[in-house]
């Protein structure tokens, strides 16, 4: 047992050790930037998808602990329309454009799913700016949260899809949000936001948003979290068909306090998260994490 034990640790770290250039787990408590590492890591494909899951999941343990679900935070709680001035005809398809299968959050090889809703704007000229209504449009928060990451200088010559974002973790479902193809962001990590809050506003950026047959949209993705912290995306069309429509966004209050708390989290003793593939033990006293592939044996 102990052999092989042994045996997997060093096979995982010489997997680990092929990898160029080699990915080490963070030592970092500061889970914004290790948020938005992973997601670059991910997008450049510096990451193996089995790598990118641990590191996801350690993130998410800390989120969920941090921000367990309160009575003050219902889950049945209704969102707010994440378009200003906006209706349910925006929503793409009739709600009908999402579609999550062959999904994998941690493999950018993997392509072709669209586990999201586009919601437009009338923008026949592609100038982002509403024609209907001559203004931009804002995007606010569906709930409450905590912005874990933006994207914010994203040109025309970057290549990866989502051009300027936000993901932001919902404190009612314990899931993430991602609100893509913005121009503008006018958020900053470690903030918290409510209802209605601005995020941006509806742009282009984005490898297909650019493109002249796209059409000006938002792209909107939740993912929940399951007990192993996997993320899946949800078809939350019924919450935006009874979600609550605003005329106006509100600004998001910076709360330093909340900032500086969040990036200081004390280590915490030896835990097991469990997994599909394999049993991951997170050590925080030395803040390492080792993967043993044992799936089938465990010791309690
Ligand atoms: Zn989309």
Request: with cysteine; glycine share 4%.
């Amino acid at each position: 047992m102990l052999l092989n034990i042994l045996f997997s640790f060093f096979s995982i770290l010489s997997i680990k050790s092929d990898i160029s250039p080699a990915f080490t787990f963070s030592n970092e408590t500061d889970y914004l930037s290790r948020y938005k590492n992973l997601l670059i890591d991910i997008r450049e494909e510096k990451i193996s998808p089995i790598e990118a899951e641990m590191e996801f999941k350690s993130i998410m343990r800390f989120l969920k602990e941090e921000f367990p679900n309160s009575e003050k935070y219902r889950a049945d709680q209704e969102i707010v329309f994440p378009l200003i001035k906006s209706s349910i005809s925006a929503v793409g398809g009739k709600g009908r454009g999402f579609y999550d299968r062959k999904y994998n959050m941690f493999d950018h090889a993997v392509t072709g799913s669209h586990p999201a809703h586009d919601i437009f704007i009338f923008d026949p000229d592609h100038d982002c700016i509403d024609n209907r209504k001559n203004e931009y449009v804002d995007v606010v928060s569906v709930s409450h949260g905590i912005v874990l990451a933006v994207e914010k200088d994203w040109t025309d010559s970057s290549d990866y899809r989502g051009g300027n974002y936000v993901w932001v973790y919902d404190f009612e479902r314990g899931g993430l949000w991602y609100y893509a193809h913005e121009r503008k962001v006018v958020v900053v990590p470690g903030q918290i936001v409510q209802p209605g809050n601005k995020l941006g506003e509806v742009g282009r950026t984005g490898f297909n948003a650019l493109n002249k047959r796209s059409d000006t949209h938002l792209h909107l993705m939740f993912l929940e979290l399951d007990e192993t912290f996997y993320p899946w995306p949800v078809n939350y069309y019924e919450w935006l068909k009874n979600a609550e429509f605003l005329t106006k966004s509100t600004k998001a209050e910076i709360l330093k306090r909340d900032i500086l708390k969040i990036n200081r989290i004390r280590p915490k003793s030896l835990k097991r998260i469990e997994t599909k593939q394999y049993n991951l033990k997170v050590d925080y006293k030395k803040k390492t994490e080792i993967a043993l592939d044992l799936p089938r044996k465990r010791r309690r």
